[in-house]
């Protein structure tokens, strides 16, 4: 059996159980750790020039964009934890929708793009998959169960 600590060793989770809060901030850092890991297949190397300005003062045209940093295995650590807890304990439905949100809101200050994600939904107001995302991690915190001598997902895990 292991323990909650145990279980979120290496995450930013300190509490028993998480809140929605915690379950939104855990999974968009799931979605962020997915994207700084490597691509699965590898570019090929083409035989062409780099495009470049012909102009005498076109040094430093562009402007310097900094790479993602790579992901910590702490990181790796929470993202298979987000992953094993969203495939035991949400429906297909509630799992596409909640990545699809986590993915959109990645990287981003202001969070996720509710219309863009309405749209992909079929056409879905905004506020309605907002209210989906929200009850999908309601549904998603009462499946977990509870703590029992500081000890949870010990069934699972």
């Known amino acids: 059996m292991i323990s909650w600590q145990t279980w979120t060793k290496g995450c930013a989770v300190d509490k028993h159980r998480m809140s929605m809060t915690e379950l939104d901030s855990f999974f968009l850092r799931a979605a962020e750790t997915e994207r700084k890991l490597p691509a699965a297949f590898r570019k090929q190397k083409l035989a062409s020039w780099p495009e470049f300005r012909q102009e005498w003062g ?38 596409r929708l909640v990545w699809a949100v986590a993915h959109s809101a990645a990287f981003r200050e202001r969070g996720p793009k509710w219309t863009k994600l309405g749209k992909m939904l079929g056409g879905r107001d905004a506020r309605a998959v907002k209210r989906m995302y929200y009850d999908a991690l309601v549904r998603l915190y009462y499946k977990i169960p509870p703590e029992d001598d500081d000890e949870i997902l010990a069934k699972v895990f």
């Open 58 to 95: 076109a040094y430093g045209w562009d402007d310097f964009v900094a790479p993602l940093s790579k992901a910590t295995p702490a990181d790796v650590t929470c993202f298979e934890q987000a992953l094993l807890l969203g495939i035991r304990y949400m429906d297909e439905d509630d799992r």
